[in-house]
């Protein structure tokens, strides 16, 4: 088993497009599709979260970049 991906998003974003790398690096993928793209959404207030792509791989959404807002 590999390793999850991960996504980072900035402190804005609540949603996320991205590609996967372990459908990328795999040889049969490019017969599946030229790419293999992950889309979804995360809540404005969530710093983590969690997806897999069309074939199962998992993948880890985080944000970052965002400040402690209201606390101070
Ligand atoms: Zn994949």
Redesign the pocket.
């Known amino acids: 088993m590999s390793p999850a991906q991960h996504v980072w998003l900035g402190p804005e974003a609540t949603t996320y497009e991205a590609e ?1 790398e ?2 990328r690096y795999t040889r049969e993928a490019a017969a599946y599709a030229r790419r ?1 793209p992950v889309a979804g959404t995360l809540r404005a207030d969530a710093d983590v979260g969690f997806t897999t ?5 998992r993948i880890v959404v985080r944000r970052i970049g965002r400040t402690l807002a209201g606390v101070r």
């Open positions: 996967c372990a459908c293999v792509c069309l074939r199962g791989h």
